[in-house]
C-alpha cells in the first residue's frame, strides 16, 4: 500500500496543486487517513516546503458537537470556523484538501444545525475564496478512503475499505506505470474536447432525457468552455479535481428555462438528497422537489443570495471511467464525475473572456452568477440529448444517449 500511497501522493503535489519550491502547504483530511498524510507530508518537504499546517477532521467529534453544542457554539468549532485558511492565503500556500463521506453518521442531526454549520464552513474565509475565484492560489480537492465511506460504497464487504482505496488508485490513474504521464495524456484530450466547445461558440443548450428533463439554459456572451487542468494568474497549472472528467462553463444567470431531475443521489453537510426536480423560470428555482430530504434541499436553495440561480454547467461522458464502475460513491468529488451535472450558485469568473479582470457590475451585466454557495448535482443519464444552438443559429447535437457526439466533436 505504500507503494500506491507514495504514487498517489506524487499525483497530488505535482498535478493537483503543483507544489512550489518553499511554498506553504495547507492539508486537510480525515484523522483516520494519518498514514497516507505522513507519506503526502514526507514529499511535500522532500520538494521544499517548509510550512505545512494540517487541518484534520474528525466526523465523530463532529458528530459529537452536532449533537450537544447548540448553534452559536457550532459556529466557534474548529471544524467550521475556518480563518486559518484566510491566513495560508495570504501567503499564497497550496490547499490540498482531501475528502470522505460521512452521511451516514449525520442522517439524525437537525437540518437547521447542518446548514448553519455548511454557512459557517464557507463565510469563515473570504480571503481563501477570493483568491480561488480569482485564479491567485491552486487548490486541489481529492478523496480518501475511511471506514464510513467505505462502508456506504461496499455495506457488506469486510474489506471495504481495501476496495474503496482501490477505487480511488483506478478512477485517479495511480495502478498505471507512469500516472503523471498519464494524466497529461488525459489533460490533453479534455483540452482538446474543451477547445471544440470554444470553436462552436455557443449560446444555448437543450437538455433532455427520458427522466423528464427538458431544460434550456443560455450561456453568457464570450462564454468558455474549462476543463480540469487550470492556469493560475502566475502561469502555473493546477488541477481542481482529482478524478475529474468534465468540461463545463458557466451559464448565463437569468438564462435558465425549463424543468430538470437529479440522476444520482447528492450528499450534502452529512445528508442524502435523492430523486432531487427542480423548475426554472428566467434563470431561478421557482420550484423544487425531492424523494428524500427535501428540506436539505431547501435549506440549499435558501442558504445564500442567489443560490437559486445556477453557477455552473459540466458535462461527462456516460461512458467514463467513474460512470463504468456502476458504483454510487456517495462523494460529489466521485459522483459528478459519472455524469453531466449542474450547480446552484456561484458561477466560475474564469469562464467568461477577460472575467477574471472584469469588475463584479460587468460581469453581472454578463449574467455572471455570485453567491456565498456552490452544490454540484448530477443529471446525466444514459439516454442523454443535449442539442447546442451556436450564435449563428445552427443547431448541432454536444451529446447523444449520454456521450459526446463523435461526429459533431471528436
Not at 498505471?176 to 484530450?189: A, G, M
Request: a negative charge.
Amino acid at each position: 500500500m505504500k507503494e500506491l500511497y507514495e504514487k498517489y501522493a506524487i499525483v497530488l503535489l505535482k498535478k493537483g496543486v503543483n507544489l512550489q519550491n518553499g511554498q506553504p502547504l495547507l492539508i486537510s483530511a480525515p484523522i483516520e487517513t494519518y498514514e497516507f498524510v505522513r507519506v503526502l507530508a514526507d514529499l511535500a518537504c522532500q520538494m521544499g516546503t517548509n510550512d505545512i499546517y494540517f487541518d484534520f477532521d474528525d466526523d465523530y467529534l463532529k458528530l459529537s458537537e452536532l449533537k450537544y453544542f447548540d448553534i452559536q457554539a457550532l459556529n466557534k468549532s474548529q471544524f467550521y470556523d475556518k480563518k486559518i485558511y484566510d491566513e495560508y492565503a495570504k501567503k499564497n500556500a497550496a490547499f490540498l484538501m482531501l475528502y470522505a463521506d460521512a452521511s451516514d453518521l449525520m442522517q439524525d442531526i437537525d437540518e437547521e444545525k447542518l446548514s448553519n454549520t455548511a454557512k459557517t464552513f464557507r463565510t469563515s474565509r473570504p480571503i481563501y475564496k477570493e483568491k480561488q475565484e480569482n485564479s491567485e492560489i491552486a487548490w486541489c480537492i481529492a478523496g480518501v478512503a475511511t471506514k464510513t465511506w467505505a462502508k456506504k460504497v461496499f455495506p457488506n464487504d469486510h474489506n471495504a475499505i481495501d476496495k474503496l482505496w482501490n477505487k480511488i488508485f483506478e478512477c485517479c490513474l495511480i495502478n498505471e506505470e507512469n500516472p503523471i504521464e498519464k494524466w497529461d495524456n488525459k489533460l490533453e484530450l479534455l483540452n482538446k474536447k474543451s477547445h471544440i466547445l470554444n470553436s462552436l461558440k455557443l449560446k444555448k443548450l437543450h437538455y433532455i432525457n427520458n427522466l423528464g428533463t427538458d431544460l434550456e439554459i443560455i450561456l453568457p456572451d464570450n462564454n468558455i468552455w474549462v476543463s480540469a487542468g487550470e492556469n493560475l494568474t502566475n502561469g502555473n497549472l493546477y488541477v481542481a479535481n482529482i478524478p475529474s472528467e468534465e468540461i463545463f462553463t458557466t451559464p448565463n444567470k437569468f438564462g435558465t428555462n425549463g424543468v430538470v431531475y437529479s440522476s444520482k443521489p447528492l450528499v450534502y453537510n452529512g445528508g442524502v438528497i435523492e430523486g432531487i426536480k427542480l423548475v426554472f423560470k428566467d434563470g431561478k428555482v421557482v420550484k423544487s422537489s425531492a424523494k428524500t430530504n427535501k428540506k436539505l434541499l431547501n435549506s440549499i436553495i435558501e442558504s445564500h443570495e442567489n443560490m437559486n440561480y445556477l453557477g455552473e454547467v459540466a458535462l461527462v461522458d456516460h461512458n467514463s471511467p467513474i460512470s463504468n464502475s456502476g458504483l454510487i460513491f456517495y462523494e460529489t468529488l466521485y459522483d459528478e464525475n459519472a455524469a453531466c451535472h449542474l450547480a446552484l450558485g456561484n458561477g466560475f469568473k474564469e469562464c467568461i473572456k477577460d472575467g477574471i479582470d472584469l469588475p463584479e457590475t460587468e460581469l453581472e451585466k454578463l449574467g455572471y452568477n455570485k453567491s456565498d454557495g456552490h452544490v454540484d448535482f448530477m443529471i446525466g443519464t444514459s439516454d442523454l440529448k443535449i442539442i447546442g444552438t451556436t450564435y449563428d443559429n445552427k443547431e448541432i447535437t454536444i451529446f447523444e444517449n449520454g456521450n459526446f457526439c463523435q461526429n459533431n466533436l471528436l
